[in-house]
């Protein structure tokens, strides 16, 4: 897209390709034409450096692999089918077949508590014993650490609430899981997943673990340059650095082709090419929707590993994949045979979701013999049929102001003589496109719920009233509201810019909005003197505790296990 060219770092002379530039594959066939010149729009829009493909269906093992875009954009080497992508949670449904395949051996009885299993594991089961299956569909009640074991050796992951309550994706419950089948089989994970899916689906180019020693293998993967501010979809992109990684949770690496033959799998339901994975009854365990898991979809459930949702009618399974620097997505439309695998390696907040969407309804069409579906629009963040629902004025209590103009579909924030174009994240919050303009926080619009706007998009919603931007608060004169809220003096303490030494954390900062304390958006609870429920759920178990504090603030934050260090930079 003209004028949108993602910024690089510096000596980093290559920038994305235009539409009609980016290195792909020959299409064979009008659905891989329409597929392709999809991608080659949807590249550039999204800002994905590389991309990797592979479609199956319930005969054909590979019916397609195919790479776009670059493996690295510095050296200008193209994506190709030998290239290593990390799936991240997809692994997960890999940990659910290798549990399922030890059930099937009588080695795992999947309604046990994990506890008699692994009676050493750092964790706290106050609402109730966890079994297999609430750590399989994410409603054990345990916090989504990304670790189980915390550097300080009294830590213990707590409950929330009692298991099978709630859906709660938890990266450490499958952690867990790969322990157990670790202790169960008796090989480390890298052998035991090769021996029991790589091999057996012919998956010989998967690795099992992220390692150094793959890092020639495997495409260069980037993430956002500054992580201390809001990325928008055109932002600045730096190289990752390299990450080792057994976690179990996401620890999987693969090709296109062997992508496709996983997929080939689960079309099949648990048979592959020579023998089955795993028996008919436990793929319908693993198929099965326990719970309802609106983040994939507002009509997604979850079985053991995997999403479970409708497509035009049709069973889906379904799964994404975040890491650092890669994002992954699946589709395997179970009625309709047909599946899709995509991977970037990019981490900008988003999986290539909309890629294997698509893909699975034109094979679907393919297959069905009727016309291929339209090539889809994809959207621009900077367009917002509603624009003018947040245009105006807004005033904070000390007087300063923010103006913001709305001028075809589009929002602008009016600062310092210029307009700083605006991109649409979803519902009522907006995020500059400016890299240091009003970057460090999303724009949080808030609206008055006791009288309808006027518009198509706003009839069952309040007028706008009020935004924030981290601390800072302004409203209009709509506004009805109290407009002075008390403030806990403890909470000076906490406030401040807290630092990650991991590629996973970054930064985040605390700040007190209206009288609440929040971290980066997410409101904190007090729950003790210096711990606090994260989430707006009562019910949530991730939790955020300020230690050492020295001198009138706290010096470090953990928060989901994970430990930032106050950094008084700014």
Known sequence: MAGAAPLWPAGVETQLPEPGAIPRPKAESPLDQALDSYIERYMPAMNAPGMTLGLATTNELVLREASYGYADVERKIHVDGTHLFQIGSISKSFVALVLLQLRDEGKLD??????????????????????????????????????????????RLVQGFRPGEHFHYCNAGFDTLGMLAVKLDGRPWRIL???????????????????????????????????????????????????????????????????????????????GPHSRIVSEESFALFSTP??????FSPTASY????????????????????????????????????????????????????????????????????????IPTVPDPQQVDNAADY??????????????????????????????????????????????????????????????????????????????????WYVNSAYDGPKSFPVPAEYAQFVGRYQSDS????????????????????????LGAALFRAGAEEWSPLTAEFRHIFQGKARLLNIGGADFWQAEVE
């Open 303 to 374: 079985g053991y590993g995997i999403a479970v949702d409708t497509l035009d009618g049709h069973k889906i399974l379904r799964h994404t994949g975040g890491m650092v620097a890669f994002a992954s997505s699946i589709h395997v439309d179970l009625d309709g045979g047909v599946a899709a695998f995509a991977s970037i390696n990019a981490m900008q907040g988003y999986r290539p979701t909309a890629v294997t969407e698509y893909a699975v309804r034109l094979l679907r069409a393919q297959r069905e013999g009727k016309l291929l579906p339209d």
């Open 110 to 155: 999947l309604q046990r508590p994990v506890l008699e299993y692994l009676p050493d594991l750092p964790i706290v089961t106050e609402f109730g014993p966890v079994t297999v299956h609430h750590l399989l569909t994410h409603t054990s009640g345990l916090p989504d650490n990304l670790s189980l074991f915390s550097a300080n050796p009294s830590d």
């Open 503 to 526: 590629p996973w954390n970054g930064c985040l900062r605390v700040y007190v909005l209206k009288g609440r304390l929040f971290a980066d958006g997410t409101p904190l609870t007090p």
């Open 391 to 472: 245009a105006g004025t807004l005033t904070a209590p000390d007087g300063r102001q923010l103006v913001f103009i709305a001028r075809e579909k589009r929002l602008f924030l009016a600062d310092g003589g210029e307009e700083i174009p605006l991109q649409h994240t979803g519902g009522d919050v907006f995020i500059s496109t400016h890299a240091g303009r009003m970057a460090r926080y999303g724009l949080h619009f808030g609206r008055k719920q006791s009288e309808p706007a006027a518009g198509p998009e706003s009839n069952t919603r309040g007028a706008v009233v009020e935004v924030s931007y981290g601390p800072d």
């Open 290 to 295: 326990y719970i309802k898991a609106e983040e």
């Open 193 to 271: 997943v090769e021996e029991r899916i790589f091999k057996p689906l012919g998956m010989t180019a998967t690795r099992g673990v992220i390692t150094t020693a793959d890092r020639e293998r495997a495409a260069t993967g980037y993430f956002a340059y500054w992580n201390d501010q809001v990325y928008p979809r055109q932002g600045r992109l730096d190289e990752a650095p390299s990450l080792v990684m057994d976690d179990t949770a996401g620890s999987i690496q693969s090709t296109p082709g062997a992508m496709a033959r996983y997929l080939h799998m689960l079309l099949n339901r648990g048979q």
